[in-house]
């Protein structure tokens, strides 16, 4: 019998929490995103490739007491390959792909939350009037395509596992050949006292930074929001600086947006704000009472 759905999606999710909270705490400290990147990449790798080499889970899989097996491809509909089973001659070829495959299976969890959390910033900052390469103009244009479609695609993998379809739990699972067991949950002893307590308490902190930084965005902008440069209140080559961009005529009763310092009509932004909650230039959330009307004569 195979671990709970509950217990995968909690050490997915848990998974995905580890590199937004990271980066938040380095932002903290003051380290570049650059840096911070480099940083997270190397110290995730190092965690990940420990526990699937000595536990056969991810870091977070073993916190919910979830291992891994890896079905060869003449395998995938019967039992997982056991080494143990195999003939000396046999064997070889097997152990070898299991290798490959605990390798795939690392990078896969390292690398598929960062990347979807940099595709997700990328798409974002089309909206925030950061200048974005050809490249990225494409990425953010692809991404909510891509993410609609990947997430459909693992909900209708998880339903299939809950019903008992299929022991796969995402798409990368199923791609990797990862069948997942149920194993004893974090363990503690004398010598692997600190070890447990390192375990029990890391990816614990990882959710409770993000809960502070969800809790400090729920009232007005961010603090990754607070930071990002707002887009130029007019288009380069029209426009002028008397003219609301809601309306296309000459302000009346003067009044700016505080996170971005773009100004609008009273009317105007008003009526924007009360229906959609934020600013029609930038997109950053904003409430009808943090307007300021500007003392222009």
Not at 78 to 88: A, G, H, R
């Amino acid at each position: 019998m195979g671990p709970s759905l509950l217990s995968l999606i909690s050490a997915d999710e848990m998974n995905k929490a580890l590199y937004p909270a990271f980066q938040h705490l380095t932002k903290c400290l003051g380290l570049s995103t650059l840096t911070s990147d480099v940083l997270y990449l190397k110290l995730s790798a190092i965690l990940q490739s420990y526990y699937l080499y000595h536990y056969n889970s991810s870091l977070t899989e073993h916190y919910w007491g979830v291992s891994r097996s890896y079905l060869t491809p003449s395998s995938k509909s019967s039992m997982p390959v056991s080494c143990d089973s195999l003939t000396p001659k046999s064997h070889a070829m097997p152990v070898r792909l299991i290798k490959v495959l605990k390798v795939l299976g690392c990078l896969e969890t390292v690398l598929v939350p960062f990347i979807n959390q940099k595709l997700g910033n990328i798409h974002n900052d089309q909206y925030h009037g950061d200048d974005l390469t050809k490249v990225k103009e494409v990425l953010a244009r692809v991404y909510p395509y891509l993410n609609l479609t990947v997430t459909v695609t693992n909900a209708l993998i998880k339903l299939g596992y809950f019903l008992h379809y299929t022991e796969s739990f995402s798409i990368a699972t199923s791609l990797l050949g990862i069948k997942y067991n149920s194993s004893t949950p974090v363990t503690r002893t004398k010598l692997g006292l600190l070890r447990g307590l390192i375990e029990l308490l890391f990816p614990i902190s990882m959710f409770y930074v993000q809960f502070i930084k969800q809790w400090s965005s729920i009232e007005g902008v961010s603090p990754y929001e607070a930071t990002i440069k707002p887009p130029p209140p007019y288009k380069t080559g029209g426009g002028t600086p008397d003219i609301c961009p809601i309306c296309d005529e000459k302000f009346r009763i003067p009044t700016a947006v505080p996170s971005t310092g773009i100004v609008y009509c009273y009317v105007c932004i008003f009526t924007h704000v009360q229906k959609s909650g934020v600013c029609p230039v930038s997109h950053l959330p904003v409430g009808t009472t943090e307007l300021i009307k500007l003392n222009i004569r």
